[in-house]
């Protein structure tokens, strides 16, 4: 197995375990939010336009990593994005935390909260994984041109 599709191997296993859970979440509750959308238009367009632009980034940011050859430099689109993406999940975990610690008991949602911040986390991992490779792969060109 070439060193390329070991990683590509493991990039899918992270997207797997990191951006797939949130998404697929996304994608069950969008009906919800969309008869939302009708009831509180205030709440409802703000949550679903934040959480596909942050989604968005993060598979932009998988895609990067998965690349033949990743860019140079990453677009800064997708950064921003994926720090959105980060800075929600939290904002979001912390909301879940405290409605269930004022409940009073946590039960299976104390691992359960942690899946909001993951897609942020996995998607600055795969940025690094792209740049340490695009950088890598500029070394060994300018290597090879001399």
Known sequence: ???????????????????VPVTGSFMVGLPFLIVL?????????PIVIISA???R??????AEAMAEKPAPHADPRVVTAVVVA????????SGVLALI??????GLMETA????????????????VARR???????????AAA
């Not at 959308?37 to 367009?45: K, N, Q, R, T, V």
């Open 101 to 106: 610690l004022s409940d009073g008991s946590l």
């Open 1 to 19: 197995m070439t060193p390329l599709k070991k990683l590509r191997l493991y990039l899918s296993l992270g997207a797997l375990v990191g951006l």
């Open 53 to 55: 632009y942050g989604l």
């Open 37 to 45: 959308l009708f009831s509180a238009p205030g709440m409802a367009i």
């Open 133 to 143: 490779r695009a950088r890598r792969q500029a070394g060994e060109a300018s290597t």
């Open 113 to 128: 909260i942690l899946i909001f911040p993951m897609p942020g986390i996995t998607g600055l991992v795969m940025l690094k």
């Open 57 to 62: 980034g993060c598979w932009k940011a998988f």
């Open 86 to 93: 980060l800075i929600w999940g939290l904002i979001l975990n």
